[in-house]
């Protein structure tokens, strides 16, 4: 693993939280926390549409990984080009079924006290074509990470960061109308597929041109079948808070919600730029063993620990200071509590988001999907009381429980993987 990769992976990641800085609170005294509320919303929605490129993108990276140094290296086109077919036609399935669902009035059931509802029917709209979009995408950043393309796809998130945050505080000069401040998402989201697509070209540049074959699919399909799984229920486990805070609660708790949330969580981007890494590295070094495999996640593992046993703390003790200093007048109590809650569980998730690299380098996607499908009605009952009882504060302890159960049921997962021994000693 190179350094250079990890930091053109925090740069990407980072960023764009610059952006958000400058530019969320001057949105939402622009917009107020009602329209913000239902932005944030928008956000959470375009980020669960990378479940719909069927777990593809990250088998690819995958299987790309496995080949590229070996004698079926001409097989990769073929991969690809599957790849590309499988998500397309799942994205436009996506497309389909948000338009039949807006037609057929779902957006009825979010809570608003002075927003149109033609309003929120136009941006529901203008998000399902953002879908198909965002499925492709994840797919052709699955080829640029396998060719440790890091520097290309960190440039490309630093652009989204700026549209994603920079966009709407821009339109919101001349409109706060909800479907302009969404239609900034779709128009960014389209410029980065055709990034992505020229990015991974110029990747496979040199191979013969690919075609759909049934074999390719069934070998991506066996691997990310249940990446599938982990793909549609993991964005749910990490949005899902936010749209139970806006349906049992208020949109404008959506944003005491979200504030705290953003600025917490945030902070996996220093463990995202570690696991984009590994994951490929891991996977081609289990070519040649486990155990050289095992190495790798062993020393990352620990130096994540570490660094985000000391960032999170310090962000806990820090958090009144922080909130101040970013949204000022929009802090609360329950924020600065939300915040610290959520310090724990970050931390817990970057232990499972190296455990989880693992064992997706080992080609045990399936157990990770059991895990989710049984964290999923936990978390949801959780959620479903804890904010009845508590508020905005009980969605925090119900995310935080959940990372919990996820680290540990990985750390079984793993330490199965290295013969039954128990994880911290195969660690030491």
Not at 180 to 207: D, F, H, M, N
Request: glycine letters at 8%; a positive charge; aromatic letters at 10%.
């Amino acid at each position: 693993m190179h350094y250079k990769n990890i930091v053109w992976n925090l740069l990407g990641l980072g960023l764009p939280l610059i952006i958000a800085a400058l530019t969320v609170p001057g949105l939402i005294a622009i917009v107020g926390t009602e329209r913000f509320g239902l932005l944030a919303l928008a956000w959470g929605l375009i980020g669960y549409a990378g479940a719909l490129d069927l777990g593809i993108g990250r088998a690819l990276t995958q299987r790309i990984a496995s080949l590229r140094d070996g004698p079926q290296v001409a097989v990769i086109a073929d991969a690809v080009a599957t790849a590309i077919t499988l998500t397309s036609i799942v994205g436009v399935v996506g497309l389909v079924a948000i338009a039949l669902g807006s037609a057929a009035g779902v957006q009825q059931f979010i809570p608003r006290q002075s927003i149109p509802s033609t309003e929120i029917t136009l941006s529901l709209l203008l998000l399902a074509f953002a879908l198909p979009m965002q499925a492709v995408s994840a797919t052709y950043r699955g080829v640029n990470e396998a060719y440790l393309n890091f520097k290309g796809i960190s440039l490309l998130r630093i652009g989204l960061g700026v549209a994603n945050f920079g966009g709407p505080y821009l339109v919101a000069q001349f409109t706060h109308e909800l479907p302009w401040l969404v239609s900034t998402l779709v128009v960014s989201r389209a410029v980065a597929l055709l990034i992505y697509r020229y990015s991974a070209k110029e990747c496979l540049q040199g191979q013969r041109p690919g075609r759909y074959a049934k074999e390719q699919a069934i070998r991506l399909l066996q691997f990310g079948g249940w990446v599938t799984v982990s793909s549609i229920v993991s964005p749910f486990l990490v949005q899902a808070d936010r749209f139970f805070v806006g349906v049992l609660l208020s949109a404008a708790a959506v944003t005491a919600y979200v504030i705290p949330y953003e600025i917490t969580v945030q902070a996996m981007i220093l463990v995202g730029a570690v696991t984009t890494v590994a994951f490929p590295a891991i996977a081609a070094l289990m070519q040649q063993g486990v155990d050289k495999a095992w190495v790798l996640f062993r020393t990352w593992t620990i130096r994540v620990a570490l660094m985000m046993l000391v960032t999170m703390s310090a962000m806990a003790l820090l958090m009144p200071i922080v909130l101040n200093l970013w949204v000022g007048e929009y802090v609360t109590a329950e924020s600065v509590a939300v915040g610290r809650i959520l310090c724990a569980g970050v931390f817990l998730n970057s232990l499972g988001a190296m455990l989880y690299a693992f064992l997706h380098a080992q080609g045990r996607s399936r157990i990770t999907a059991i895990f989710h499908l049984i964290e999923l009605p936990l978390f949801v009952g959780a959620l479903y009381w804890l904010i009845q009882d508590l508020g905005v504060i009980g969605a925090a302890i119900a995310w935080m429980l959940r990372t919990l159960l996820d680290t540990l049921l990985l750390g079984w997962a793993v330490s199965r993987a290295r013969g039954d021994r128990n994880l911290v000693n195969a660690i030491e």
